[in-house]
Each structure stands twice: as C-alpha cells, then as structure tokens.
C-alpha cells in the first residue's frame, strides 16, 4: 500500500462529485491517458481529459461518484465505484430527457511520481442503456422469462430450480446489495416474502427474528444499509437445491449463507439469514 497514493484516490471521487475540473486535472500527468474501455474512448493529455470531464458533467449535471472499495501500491491502483446521475442528451442518436441512472463500475489506475499517468475505466454499459430507456432487458429471473430455467413439480407452485437459474439469481442479488440498491434487491421477493435472520432481533428489535412482506423488511433492509454504509457482499458459492438455491457469501461481519425458496414465477418466497 501507497499512503500518497491512496489518500489521491481517496481524494478522487470527492473532486468528481464536486464537479472540480481543475482540481480533478491537477491529479493527473501532462502525458496522462484516460481510456473508456467500454466506449472505446482514449483521451490523450490534461487538454482532451479537460473537455471529457466537461462533456460528462454537461450531459450528467448531478453527477455524483462513489467509491465501493480501492486499494493502491506505488505503481498500481484500482477502484471499484458507483455513479448516480440524471442524464441528459442524445446518445446513440436517441433523445434522452434528464432520466436517472445508478451503476457500477470500476477503475484501474497507473500512477507516476505521485500522479495518475493512465485511467482506465470499466462499467455496465447495458445496465445504462436499460436505465436510459434505450435498451429492453428481461431480468433472467423474472416472471415470462423464468419457464425454461424453473419447472413446477407440484400444484402447490413448488418449482425445480436449475443450476442456470440459481447463479444468474445470485448474481443479481449480490450486485444489488452491492449497489445499496433497496428497490433492485427487493425486485427479487414475491410482495408478502417471509425474512428470518438473527440481525432482524438485533436490528428490528422483532424476538421472533422474523419479518413479512416488502415494507417490514425494506424498512428493516434499510435501517441496515443506514447502520453499515461500507455494506458489501463477495460471492463465494452458489448450491443448488430441488426448490431453492443457497448462496455463500462473505460479508460485512464474516462468512455468510442465505437460503432462498421461489415460487413459480421466480421470485423468493421465504429466506433464511445464517451467520458465523
């Protein structure tokens, strides 16, 4: 670890957010590079990085930037982040008037003598597209698409659940607990879901330990997301069961699992928190 190099990081999505051109230039080499490796975009020098910065705060003028996590050495960094903004123009030759958007992303940096030499940038483009309205996307784990990876077994609307199904499902579901995303991570969960974790007595203050539907547990999910801002998940596995799927996962507070049964359109109905 680099402590110049890492307060500069640290110091990085502050002066974004600010919407601080020449304080986000002053970070950077006269020689620096800054490569959208998503676009294709590469912006050679302090003069093009000027008129990027500029173009993106036009097109997004709230830009904020957050940072998940990062880490720095003397000659490498990396970041991995959030950006919420409205935007604001043509893209794609599409007209887009001041929609939304949240997504994630992350960052590799070089540095030399105490600056940014080379930036390169790596995000969701889809998740973008789909956010601005350009693009349709079909969540693989929802209803109308969800018949050729669940099968019901019973009248009951118990359902087989598929090894396909599973990992896009935890997938999914850890990107949006990673993105403190509470409407995303509820989308998962039919509306009167039952939630059991030993956190809902210590945070709900509920002895059972449990909580129904989505407005008891949001409201519980998000006094959790208050309580713990650095909040995030690393999937470790997935295991397959005939009707439910367990994903592991390190957290927080330690290793982690979750188990999740589905009803027959692929939405949890009962999920169990367990804690080392």
Known sequence: MNAHNAALLNEYPTLW???????????????????????????RGKVELRE?????????????????SSFATDQRGAAEWIIDASFEGEFEGIAVARQ??????????????????????????ADWMRQLGILTLRSPHKAGDVAAR???????GGTTVTRE????FAQHWVAAWNAHDLEKILSHYAQDFEMSSPYIVEIAQQASGKLQGKSAVGAYWRAALEK???????????LVGVDSVTINYQGVRGAAAEVFFFDSAGLVVRACAHYA
């Open 165 to 168: 199904f599973a990992e896009s």
């Open 17 to 43: 957010t600010r919407h601080d051109v020449d304080a986000v230039i002053a970070l950077f080499t006269d020689d620096c590079c800054y490569e959208d490796a998503v676009l294709g975009w590469i912006h």
């Open 52 to 68: 990027f910065a500029a173009a993106v705060f036009t097109m997004h003028p709230d830009f904020r930037l957050r940072y998940l």
């Open 228 to 238: 713990m801002p650095s909040l995030h998940f690393e999937l470790i596995n997935v």
């Open 150 to 156: 669940l099968h019901t077994v019973n009248d009951s």
């Open 100 to 125: 939304p958007v949240s997504f994630r992303g992350a960052t590799l940096f070089e540095f030399r003598d105490g600056r940014i030499c080379r930036n390169t940038d790596f995000w969701d483009y």
